[in-house]
């Protein structure tokens, strides 16, 4: 385990970047060192390179909830479980790249695009899919590795691996429900907000908060306070999350705004604009979307529709309204001063971002 000083202004998401950045290209260079294996260390080279640019949410998060929680301790076991999210993290975006057939990710191609190469036959395509998922396997596996090397007390191991089985099992039902309605589009609005419990509010802001406060000692009162924090606010980053998808300019979200059409993800947009237009509106929204062939001419079509339905001021509005609810949390909750001034900024960060 490292042993290198965490500096005390941790507490600062730029400091909480840099301290996690640290840690897991400590590790992965000792992976590179260890391994012995040339072809291993262009694997670990890949991981780097897709890790670069993230905005490490979750082990800022992770680090918040320490806070919240009042904890006081050396920060080291800490940040080295705050990389193991993002490590974890790096698993489900390889694969969920995989099965959204994605090109690109933060602005450059995804793992399965490059180890297929320049080819483009189908066993170039068949070596970039497993190599891919062969990868995100690793790193799943090496994100326990940086967990048990956390030096965590028996108490903390006992309050955090709980958590972190109910997280990874959380978000692969998300996924999977989200998988199982792409495609399959309805007006159904609360099935895609129980995807987006699942796949986002739960994963990326409620668990991290959680285990973070956990390695801390909070009690059952602090943890639902996390939880009623943050649902809405997961709720509200996914929904941004499904604009920026249509509307977001690429230089901002590294990926195209073509690709969630094109798959034709059934998101809460979609679903509200399906609800509330006429049946030529309807007809033409299911034409459109899920069309792998759709140009930015046709989603310039369905972006109208989506103005002319209402669907993209009601997303606006829900943001809008989980944005406020989680705000309101933090009024009551039993976290330390600094954290909630770190949530409340956190949370306009989230639900206003371009990327």
Same mark, same amino acid.
Request: include cysteine; aromatic fraction near 4%.
């Given at each position: /385990?490292?042993?290198?000083?965490?500096?005390?202004?941790?507490?600062?998401?730029?400091?909480?970047?840099?301290?996690?950045?640290?840690?897991?290209?400590?590790?992965?260079?000792?992976?590179? @060192?260890?391994?012995?294996?040339?072809?291993?260390?262009?694997?670990?080279?890949?991981?780097?390179?897709? /890790?670069?640019?993230?905005?490490?949410?979750?082990?800022?998060?992770?680090?918040?909830?320490?806070?919240?929680?009042?904890?006081?301790?050396? %920060?080291?076991?800490?940040?080295?479980?705050?990389?193991?999210?993002?490590?974890?993290?790096?698993?489900?975006?390889?694969?969920?790249?995989?099965?959204?057939?994605?090109?690109?990710?933060?602005?450059?191609?995804?793992?399965?695009?490059? #180890?297929?190469? @320049?080819?483009?036959?189908?066993?170039?395509?068949?070596?970039?899919?497993?190599?891919?998922?062969?990868?995100?396997?690793?790193?799943?596996?090496?994100?326990?590795?940086?967990?048990?090397?956390?030096?965590?007390?028996?108490?903390?191991?006992?309050?955090?691996?709980?958590?972190?089985?109910?997280?990874?099992?959380?978000? /692969?039902?998300?996924?999977?429900?989200?998988?199982?309605? $792409?495609?399959?589009?309805?007006?159904?609005?609360?099935?895609?907000?129980?995807?987006?419990?699942?796949?986002?509010?739960?994963?990326?802001?409620?668990?991290?908060?959680?285990?973070?406060?956990?390695?801390?000692?909070?009690?059952?009162? $602090?943890?639902?306070?996390?939880?009623?924090?943050? %649902?809405?606010?997961?709720?509200?980053?996914?929904?941004?999350?499904?604009?920026?998808?249509?509307?977001?300019?690429?230089?901002?979200?590294?990926?195209?705004?073509?690709?969630?059409?094109?798959?034709? @993800?059934?998101?809460?947009?979609?679903?509200?604009? #399906?609800?509330?237009?006429?049946?030529?509106?309807?007809?033409? #929204?299911? $034409?459109?979307?899920?069309?792998?062939? #759709?140009?930015?001419?046709?989603?310039?079509?369905?972006?109208?529709?989506?103005?002319?339905?209402?669907?993209?001021?009601?997303?606006?509005?829900?943001?809008?309204?989980?944005?406020?609810?989680?705000?309101?949390?933090?009024?009551?909750?039993?976290?330390?001063?600094?954290?909630?001034?770190?949530?409340?900024?956190?949370?306009? $960060?989230?639900?206003?971002? @371009?990327?």
């Amino acid at each position: /385990m490292s042993t290198h000083t965490i500096s005390p202004d941790i507490l600062d998401p730029v400091a909480t970047r840099t301290a996690v950045d640290s840690v897991l290209c400590e590790f992965l260079e000792n992976q590179r @060192k260890n391994s012995g294996q040339r072809q291993l260390t262009r694997l670990v080279e890949l991981l780097e390179e897709f /890790m670069v640019g993230g905005k490490r949410i979750r082990p800022i998060l992770t680090v918040l909830g320490w806070q919240a929680a009042g904890g006081e301790n050396d %920060l080291t076991a800490v940040v080295r479980v705050a990389a193991a999210l993002e490590m974890f993290h790096a698993f489900a975006l390889i694969h969920d790249d995989i099965m959204d057939d994605s090109d690109t990710r933060r602005g450059r191609p995804t793992i399965h695009r490059i #180890l297929a190469g @320049k080819r483009g036959d189908e066993r170039a395509e068949r070596f970039g899919i497993g190599g891919a998922m062969l990868l995100g396997d690793l790193a799943f596996a090496w994100s326990d590795d940086l967990l048990h090397t956390a030096g965590l007390t028996p108490a903390q191991s006992a309050a955090v691996l709980p958590l972190l089985t109910e997280m990874r099992t959380e978000v /692969m039902l998300g996924q999977y429900l989200d998988l199982r309605a $792409t495609g399959e589009l309805t007006d159904d609005v609360d099935a895609t907000l129980t995807v987006n419990r699942y796949k986002t509010a739960k994963y990326t802001i409620e668990r991290p908060l959680h285990i973070g406060a956990a390695l801390a000692g909070a009690d059952a009162r $602090t943890l639902a306070a996390c939880t009623a924090f943050a %649902l809405p606010l997961g709720e509200a980053f996914q929904l941004r999350d499904d604009l920026l998808g249509v509307y977001g300019d690429v230089r901002d979200t590294g990926k195209s705004r073509l690709d969630d059409l094109r798959a034709g @993800k059934n998101t809460t947009l979609v679903a509200l604009a #399906l609800r509330a237009g006429g049946p030529a509106q309807r007809a033409r #929204l299911r $034409t459109l979307i899920g069309d792998p062939g #759709l140009d930015e001419t046709g989603a310039e079509e369905v972006r109208a529709l989506f103005e002319a339905t209402g669907a993209r001021d009601a997303v606006e509005r829900m943001i809008d309204d989980r944005y406020r609810r989680a705000l309101r949390v933090l009024d009551t909750a039993p976290f330390t001063a600094a954290a909630v001034t770190a949530l409340t900024h956190l949370s306009a $960060t989230a639900t206003t971002r @371009k990327s």
